[in-house]
């Protein structure tokens, strides 16, 4: 099921990659796209509340004063409050829906699968309390629903929903709670956001602007062509029998018609329960975390800038060494992607004198061992197009490609690879060119992998890739796993352009070896 | 790709988001009563009277208990369960004993029901009993009404205005 969910998704993402760009593709800025939307409903929010009239008979006219006399500023912000709302529930649950399939949700990552789940209900409490201010005949239908619903719980020493009973019984203070609650609710939502995003290095935020420009202007035009009205004003006398309802916030009503209270009370509450529990059912198979060698820490804090979970920290040294700091990971954030070795400058293979232990790595994928594989994996290559691959494990897998003269190596996360393995592999000559393969691009499963392996290498980051590598023998694809046909076209390509080039000499058996026997040595 | 081509191809995706938007915020529209019906809406909250009759104590066993506990007479809290029945046109709509409140069973007898009928000319029948009485009941109130359709029609209880009131 999450298999055919993923190949769906992935087939989605590389429709709207052509549209929109991988740098818009919305499907990858589901999360930023919640917070625009979310900023759009706070700011016509505010313009609404500064015309609003909180006394329950004077409700329905301020909010039809804004609708009708103020149309071009209060009527759209009125629109544009309702379709940012329903925008938002469109892309908090595609957003759920895609973290869970590309299982982005087990091991560490619990924390922000479980506070989402917080927001959920947060973000319903907003949008329902919202329809239930402008006091018409939806607002009426919601408002009785509600309190009828609340009182199958039977915490109200006296049913709530007496308070709508008829004209006589409403009251006002009531009414304000419910203001006020239409107001503490999304502050509190933007509250649970901030701290949904808490573990994340560079959350996205903020979605690009050009596609925050399509949606703005999509939602300002929508506002303008079918704007948000009322359903005339409540009235307890007479009961609202057709309403038109806001499926995206109330589609849980109908279902109330249907059955008890307590049956939706219990349906919700297990189905966010057992939707709480799914990062650990099965719980995240996770190899070690990263360690850090002090012997090899000078505490310069790429790691802590590049590791994209927050698991890295600085702290006082504490053995001796000349150095302010050392790097010290916290297992608990740790998802053991190895974008801190990446990130290491003495994760060099070009060292002689001590051994090849960075200053932080995955001891279940040391770089020693991505640098034994670079010497074990290119010895059977032979002639001018020997390409050696650098792939991650969730993205692209050229492993059966149907070419000559490749060797793969596959890493956690690419943004593991440190440079100097490319410079190392092509100036030592174990291959004529190296091929990176990541996962698609902006979509990388460690959040930032693809990213800083594209800075690294533009030499735009730490650790830079050195000058002397030339652009010609190094080649990247960020299709990803779905992305083999394209992959395997720009490896062929790639191994032509290597066979236009002047050969390089391949590493004599003794090259090799001196490589190796050195390293061993170090180690020993 | 030109840029204006690729904004072309993104005017497809944007108008599907806003169709959606647009038509899931209203439609379909939802019948939540038939628009020939009213809704009868029983809503009562009242305390039966005291299970057992309050007692004077006498000297002895005013004596047994502390200085600051010698009231002379003993009540106890517990009340009755009520007995409601609502009738529509001699039908039976609704007949519930309804415990009291609290964990003494102290409190009041709540109910809140809702009973979506045909419109038209009915009568209405509510009773009431409180007591301790084998049969009968305390407060009945019967009344010819005419429901409009989609009218809200309360049948509310209140002790202080002489027990049931239809509005």
Redesign the interface.
């Given at each position: 099921m999450r298999r055919a969910l993923k190949s769906v998704f992935e087939r989605i993402d590389r429709f709207?990659d052509?549209?929109?760009?991988p740098a818009w593709n919305?499907m990858q800025q589901l999360g930023a796209l919640g917070w625009f939307f979310y900023w759009i409903v706070i700011v016509s929010g505010i313009y609404l509340y500064i015309f609003f009239d909180t006394g329950i008979t004077q409700a329905y006219h301020s909010v039809e004063y804004l609708t009708h006399e103020q149309w071009y500023a209060g009527g759209i912000m009125r629109s544009l409050h309702?379709?940012a709302s329903?925008?938002l529930v469109?892309v908090v649950f595609l957003h759920l829906l895609r973290e869970y399939v590309l299982d982005r949700f087990r091991g560490p990552r619990w924390f922000a699968w479980v506070s989402g789940m917080v927001l959920l209900w947060l973000l319903y409490v907003s949008g329902i309390s919202g329809y239930w201010v402008v006091w018409d005949k939806l607002a009426q239908?919601v408002a009785i629903a509600t309190t009828?619903w609340f009182?199958s719980l039977r915490i109200f020493?006296?049913?709530i929903?007496?308070n709508f009973?008829?004209e006589?019984s409403l009251s006002g203070r009531f009414f304000t709670l419910l203001i006020f609650i239409h107001i503490a609710a999304p502050l509190m939502l933007l509250f649970g956001m901030w701290l949904h995003i808490q573990r994340h290095m560079h959350p996205k935020v903020t979605p690009p602007r050009g596609l925050a420009a399509?949606?703005l202007?999509?939602?300002f035009?929508?506002s303008l062509?079918?704007p948000?009205l009322s359903q005339g004003p409540a009235d307890?006398?007479?009961?609202?029998?057709?309403?038109?309802?806001?499926?995206?916030y109330l589609f849980i009503?109908?279902l109330l018609?249907k059955y008890s209270g307590a049956i939706i009370w219990a349906a919700v509450a297990g189905g966010t329960l057992l939707l709480s529990l799914l990062p650990w059912l099965p719980a995240r198979r996770q190899s070690e975390v990263a360690v850090v060698h002090l012997d090899n820490c000078n505490g310069c804090a790429r790691c802590v800038a590049d590791c994209p979970y927050s698991a890295i920290t600085m702290v006082p040294r504490t053995d001796g060494l000349p150095f302010e700091q050392q790097a010290a990971v916290n297992p608990v954030l740790c998802l053991s992607c190895g974008i801190c070795s990446g990130a290491c400058p003495s994760a060099s293979p070009f060292r002689r004198r001590t051994a090849l232990i960075p200053g932080v790595e995955l001891p279940a994928f040391p770089i020693q061992a991505v640098k034994d594989m670079v010497l074990s994996k290119t010895q059977d290559l032979a002639g001018n197009n020997r390409v050696l691959i650098f792939n991650c494990e969730h993205g692209l897998d050229l492993t059966s490609a149907p070419v000559k003269n490749i060797a793969q190596i596959t890493l956690p996360c690419i943004g593991m690879l440190p440079p100097a393995m490319i410079d190392f592999t092509i100036s030592r000559k174990y291959a004529d060119g190296v091929f990176i393969a990541g996962c698609r691009e902006h979509d990388c499963n460690y959040r930032l992998g693809n990213e800083w392996m594209q800075q690294r290498l533009a030499r735009k980051r730490d650790p830079y890739l050195r000058e002397r590598v030339p652009a010609e023998r190094l080649a990247q694809c960020w299709a990803g796993v779905s992305g083999y046909k394209q992959g395997l076209s720009e490896l062929s390509r790639f191994q032509e352009q290597l066979a236009g080039l002047a050969p390089t000499a391949r590493q004599s058996p003794e090259e090799r070896l001196r490589d190796g026997n050195k390293t061993e040595c170090a180690n020993a | 790709?030109p840029e204006i081509w690729?904004m072309m191809?993104?005017l497809p995706?944007?108008?599907a988001?806003?169709l959606?938007?647009?038509y899931?915020?209203?439609?379909p529209?939802?019948?939540?009563?038939?628009?020939e019906?009213?809704?009868i809406?029983l809503?009562l909250?009242h305390a039966g009277q005291h299970k057992e009759e309050c007692h004077r104590l006498t000297p002895e066993e005013l004596a047994e208990l502390a200085p600051n506990m010698r009231k002379p007479i003993s009540c106890n809290r517990e009340r009755l369960s009520l007995l409601v029945e609502i009738f529509l046109d001699d039908n039976l709509l609704y007949r519930a004993s309804l415990q009291p409140?609290g964990l003494s069973r102290d409190?009041?007898s709540?109910v809140?029901k809702r009973f979506p009928v045909t419109a038209g000319t009915h009568t209405i029948t509510a009773r009431l009993r409180d007591s301790h009485r084998p049969e009968g009941f305390d407060y009945e109130r019967s009344e010819v009404v005419s429901l409009f359709?989609?009218?809200?029609f309360?049948v509310?209880f209140n002790v202080d205005t002489g027990g049931f009131h239809f509005?």
């Open positions: 709207f052509i549209a929109f760009t919305p309702r379709y329903d925008a469109v239908y009828e009182d020493g006296k049913p929903a007496r009973l008829n006589a399509g949606c202007v999509t939602l035009i929508l062509w079918f948000a307890l006398d007479k009961v609202p029998g057709i309403i038109s309802l806001d499926w995206f009503y109908p018609d | 790709m690729r191809l993104q995706f944007y108008l988001f806003a959606l938007l647009a899931l915020s209203q439609q529209v939802y019948q939540h009563l038939d628009p019906n009213a809704l809406k809503s909250s409140a409190g009041e709540t809140y359709p989609q009218q809200n309360v509310g509005l």
